[in-house]
């Protein structure tokens, strides 16, 4: 996915639907997210535009530093994002987690990440707050590769 998204170009999130009609209206300001899957959904696809903005402003604000922003810019140089899974999203009054895996290069490696994330909702706002790392989830042979390329793992990404 290039930094600059097309907006006809399917969404980074993995939704299946373009970019112009699920995480830019967020991006943008227009709307807010509606859930904590949806916050979750957005920050990744701002991981992989490199909106840093974006990632900052619905980072809870207790968990924000004077840093952010460097810290993201160094992210940004060295990952390139190739999928998101999302596992599974409970959510109660005004708190939810959502479990995802988001697949990732590295210094010419593909890795994961594992998280069950933490969200709250303040004022009618969603934020992440932090998460768990879990160990990596494991694809099956067969499974649709993470990349969305829609090809199986195994002549994908599973070489």
């Given at each position: 996915?290039?930094?600059?998204?097309?907006?006809n170009?399917?969404?980074?999130c993995?939704?299946?639907?373009?970019?112009?009609?699920?995480?830019?209206p967020?991006?943008?300001g227009?709307?807010?997210?509606?859930?904590a899957?949806?916050?979750?959904?957005s920050?990744?696809?701002?991981?992989?535009?490199?909106?840093?903005p974006?990632?900052i402003?619905?980072?809870?604000?207790?968990y924000?530093?004077a840093?952010?922003?460097?810290s993201?810019?160094?992210?940004?140089?060295?990952?390139?994002?190739?999928g998101?899974?999302?596992?599974?999203?409970?959510?109660?009054?005004?708190?939810?987690?959502?479990?995802?895996?988001?697949?990732?290069?590295?210094?010419?490696?593909?890795?994961?990440?594992?998280e069950?994330s933490r969200?709250?909702?303040?004022?009618?706002?969603?934020?992440y707050q932090?998460g768990?790392?879990?160990?990596p989830i494991?694809?099956a042979?067969?499974?649709s590769?993470?990349?969305?390329?829609?090809?199986k793992y195994?002549?994908?990404?599973?070489?």
């Amino acid at each position: 996915m290039t930094m600059q998204n097309s907006t006809n170009e399917r969404c980074p999130c993995s939704s299946g639907s373009s970019y112009s009609s699920c995480c830019q209206p967020l991006h943008d300001g227009i709307v807010t997210a509606a859930s904590a899957e949806q916050l979750m959904r957005s920050r990744y696809s701002a991981f992989c535009l490199k909106k840093a903005p974006y990632l900052i402003a619905t980072l809870h604000p207790d968990y924000r530093s004077a840093d952010d922003e460097q810290s993201l810019a160094e992210l940004f140089e060295q990952t390139q994002w190739l999928g998101l899974k999302v596992i599974s999203h409970k959510s109660k009054n005004n708190t939810a987690t959502v479990e995802f895996s988001a697949f990732y290069q590295d210094a010419n490696q593909v890795a994961q990440l594992h998280e069950r994330s933490r969200f709250v909702k303040i004022d009618n706002c969603w934020f992440y707050q932090d998460g768990d790392i879990l160990p990596p989830i494991t694809l099956a042979r067969n499974d649709s590769c993470f990349c969305g390329s829609g090809n199986k793992y195994k002549k994908c990404h599973g070489r």
